[in-house]
T-cell receptor, first 111, second 114 residues
Framework: QKEVEQDPGPLSVPEGAIVSLNCTYSNSAFQYFMWYRQYSRKGPELLMY????GNKEDGRFTAQVDKSSKYISLFIRDSQPSDSATYLCAMSGAGGFKTIFGAGTRLFVKA | DADVTQTPRNRITKTGKRIMLECSQTKGHDRMYWYRQDPGLGLRLIYY???????NKGEISDGYSVSRQAQAKFSLSLESAIPNQTALYFC?????????????FGPGTRLTVL
């Protein structure tokens, strides 16, 4: 079993839809939870960062962490074609040692 | 200028050839990483270095070697390239004093081994 599971998609939605991306994990030592966005032919870039459980909002993006269920989510409101990319969840333990990445979910937002 | 740069950006080579991929960073971070990315498998860690004198194997180090020439430079070598090393390779840096080992990635090197 992988430490981090993420549905690779692809996920295709119309412009303006609410998008929900999810990851599950097995290691209860993870404390830092990140979402990276990767455009085609580019390196991943940090989109959202959360420490421990709870929600964090940044514009149209909301990250949720439920440590009791070992489940994290990224919500995108009013999705735009420019949101079309691969989204990778990532997590690390105390001291930020060794980040583990999910396989990434490919998202297409159609105009 | 980009904070993390990789050269070359694209490389086509033949089986058995020695290949070196180079990474430079201007972020001043001590930690540097090499990953490969394959469709459906995500990012897999090849090697990582927490400072110039510290080199560690990652999840898939067989067939690869690295050299940390300076804080800013970390190179990845394929001593004898084989076709299943065809992949997208990323260098990354991080600062342990920052947010949970947030990684900063270079633009990637697309390597094809024929």
């Amino acid at each position: 079993q992988k430490e981090v599971e993420q549905d690779p998609g692809p996920l295709s939605v119309p412009e303006g839809a609410i998008v929900s991306l999810n990851c599950t994990y097995s290691n209860s030592a993870f404390q830092y939870f990140m979402w990276y966005r990767q455009y085609s032919r580019k390196g991943p870039e940090l989109l959202m960062y959360t420490y421990s459980s709870g929600n964090k909002e940044d514009g149209r993006f909301t990250a949720q962490v439920d440590k009791s269920s070992k489940y994290i989510s990224l919500f995108i409101r009013d999705s735009q074609p420019s949101d079309s990319a691969t989204y990778l969840c990532a997590m690390s333990g105390a001291g930020g040692f060794k980040t583990i990445f999910g396989a990434g979910t490919r998202l297409f937002v159609k105009a | 200028d980009a904070d993390v740069t990789q050269t070359p950006r694209n490389r086509i080579t033949k089986t058995g050839k020695r290949i070196m991929l180079e990474c430079s960073q201007t972020k001043g971070h001590d930690r540097m990483y090499w990953y490969r990315q394959d469709p459906g498998l995500g990012l897999r860690l090849i090697y990582y270095s927490f400072d110039v004198k510290d080199i560690n194997k990652g999840e898939i180090s067989d067939g690869y070697s690295v050299s940390r020439q300076a804080q800013a430079k970390f190179s990845l070598s394929l001593e004898s390239a084989i076709p299943n090393q065809t992949a997208l390779y990323f260098c990354a840096t991080s600062d342990p004093r920052g947010r949970g080992d947030t990684q900063y990635f270079g633009p990637g090197t697309r390597l094809t081994v024929l």
